[in-house]
């Protein structure tokens, strides 16, 4: 048996891989400047991904290929946390529209 690991080798430096260098740097640096948001790199697929660290009912998690795309998709989560959509309530006929602001006894005023 031979090799660097052997009973009795010296030990010896091996030199260390740094993959997609540039694009794990661009995933810290998102990380920092964005607060709410956790950012990595994805060695194997190649992608950047974020995910949300705000309360939210269901997690909330982006994927682009480029950090360009990515805060573009962590802008419009954001956008999207703060606009909720209104409750719907069906009307006859199966018709849905938004609920009023003054509703009465289930009706509309």
């Known amino acids: 048996m031979t ?15 740094l993959w997609d260098g540039p694009a794990r740097a661009e995933a810290e640096r998102l990380n920092q400047v964005w607060a709410n948001w956790a950012v990595l790199y994805s060695l194997s697929k190649r992608s950047f991904y974020a995910m949300a660290t705000w309360d939210s009912p269901q997690p909330v998690i982006v994927e682009d290929a480029t950090s360009e ?22 009307g006859r006929r199966g018709r849905s529209f938004p609920k009023g602001p003054r509703e009465r006894d289930g009706r509309a005023a």
């Open 3 to 17: 090799g660097r690991h052997r009973d009795g080798q010296p030990y010896s430096l091996v030199y260390r891989r």
């Open 69 to 90: 795309g990515l805060e573009e998709r962590m802008q419009e989560a954001e956008i999207l946390r703060f606009v909720a959509p209104s409750p719907v309530r069906r």
